[in-house]
């Protein structure tokens, strides 16, 4: 099928796929379509499955028009929700908040929740769900309207302004006196090093994403912290979503809901023009944006 592009995704993890080094997955290579998720309209099929007309989120990369077998493609539901938000809190991002705090974490009732990266897609998905599994959610965002937003908007419990504190241990016993049970991590580097100081027995780490050092031109050195998790007894495993593709539509189901129910907000940042996909990309590390990145290309039909 012929499809084309009405919103194009950015995320983190695309910084990662520009390195020319061993990962989860090839590196986009010099001259290639570079790799991404939109939203887009079917303009002919060739596919029983899908027809002209259907909006589509699929894997389709930084392209105005793209052509699929229909391999990992999925129909909208716009009826729930815009159809942008397939590449947000009913898309990949809802989904990696959705597995790696459930089961990755294991949260439960009365656990203190703490996730880095708080206001962007993954992170205020990730307190919204804590908060409805009886969970107290703690915040970690850059400046004051992003801290604003998680405790208005998303209902975090408290949060943590890392750009107006030196002391990121200080500002998490204040908030957390009774320590850390999860840590969804999103950024790395000192705010996780902190985060280590304070877990709770047998506390439960879910390594998202390491964002604080993605441009880093080697490694940086902090403090090692194994000695905590000995301590805690704690368990850290990093995870992909795509860990849990075979169980996406329970997910998806279950974030619908949510969202109708108005259990779970979600804000886009859209930019406009797909001449501005580099520019929003870039964003993303200097801490632009609030909520879901997207790049709106074109209107359906």
């Known amino acids: 099928m012929l499809v084309r592009a009405l919103y194009l995704s950015v995320d983190p993890y695309m910084r990662g796929r520009l390195n020319a080094v061993r990962s989860y997955a090839p590196y986009v290579e010099i001259g290639q379509v570079m790799v991404g998720g939109g939203v887009a309209e079917v303009v002919e099929s060739k596919n029983s499955n899908f027809q002209a007309g259907d909006i589509v989120n699929l894997p389709m990369g930084w392209q105005e028009y793209a052509i699929s077998s229909g391999a990992g493609a999925r129909k909208v539901d716009s009826s729930a929700a ?4 397939a590449v947000g809190v009913l898309g990949m991002p809802g989904l990696t908040a959705y597995f790696g705090l459930l089961d990755v974490c294991s949260v439960k009732a009365g ?17 919204q769900i804590a908060k409805i599994k009886g969970a107290r959610a703690i915040g970690i965002a850059g400046g004051k309207v992003k801290v604003d937003y998680i405790l208005n908007e998303c209902g975090f419990d408290a949060a943590i302004d890392y750009k107006s504190t030196s002391d990121y241990a200080a500002a998490l016993r204040e908030v957390c006196p009774n320590r850390v049970d999860v840590y969804f991590d999103n950024v790395g580097g000192p705010i996780a090093d902190a985060v280590l ?9 879910a390594i998202c ?9 080697k490694p940086s050195q902090g403090p090692r912290m ?11 495993q990093g995870f992909l979503v795509f860990d849990f593709e075979k169980r996406y539509p329970e997910g998806l189901a279950q974030l619908t809901e949510w969202v109708r129910d108005g259990k779970l907000k979600f804000h886009e940042d859209v930019i406009e023009g797909f001449e501005n996909m580099p520019r929003a990309l870039i964003g993303l590390f200097t801490g632009e944006n609030i909520g879901k990145r997207v790049v709106k290309v074109a209107s359906a039909r």
């Open 209 to 217: 994403g390491q964002i604080s050092g993605a441009n880093d031109a």
């Open 111 to 127: 656990d203190t929740v703490v996730v880095s990266g708080a206001a962007g897609a993954v992170g205020s998905t990730v307190g």
């Open 197 to 205: 100081g304070h877990l709770n027995t047998f506390a439960r780490i």
């Open 82 to 85: 815009p159809v942008s938000t």
């Open 226 to 236: 194994y000695r905590h998790l000995l301590v805690a007894r704690a368990r850290m």
